[in-house]
Nanobody, 123 residues
Framework: QVQLVESGGGLVQAGGSLRLSCAAS????????MAWYRQAPGKQRELVAS?????????AYADSVKGRFTISRDNVKNTVYLQMNSLKPEDTAVYYC???????????????WGRGTQVTVSS
């Protein structure tokens, strides 16, 4: 099995910072990508940022977070981070970790999700 454990959410004032972490564990063969999504009340889940594996990582960010959020990963620890600066009330949401990976002994690549961590930004 594969588990994703997120941490780092909480309550912060507008303009503040938070750092989210997500560690993947289990019978992991290789990871193709890791990403953060978020879902605000009454809204669809949206991609916040993603990063691919390999010697040259590819990054993608939602327009709404460019210049404020930074995604990074530790390939040894199978951990992805999201540094969030200059937070705004509209960043309030449940943030979910996602990974696309291959399990040992299994063919194919599959998506796995964490349970989510709440981020609340007060004005």
């Amino acid at each position: 099995q594969v588990q994703l454990v997120e941490s780092g959410g909480g309550l912060v004032q507008a303009g503040g910072s938070l750092r989210l972490s997500c560690a993947a564990s289990g019978n992991i063969d290789s990871i193709r990508s890791m990403a953060w999504y978020r879902q605000a009340p009454g809204k669809q889940r949206e991609l916040v940022a993603s990063i691919t594996s390999g010697g040259s990582s590819n990054y993608a960010y939602a327009d709404s977070v460019k210049g404020r959020f930074t995604i990074s990963r530790d390939n040894v620890k199978n951990t992805v981070y999201l540094q969030m600066n200059s937070l705004k009330p509209e960043d309030t949401a449940v943030y979910y970790c996602n990974t696309n990976l291959k399990r040992i002994g299994f063919g194919g690549w599959f998506d796995y999700w964490g349970r989510g961590t709440q981020v609340t930004v007060s004005s």
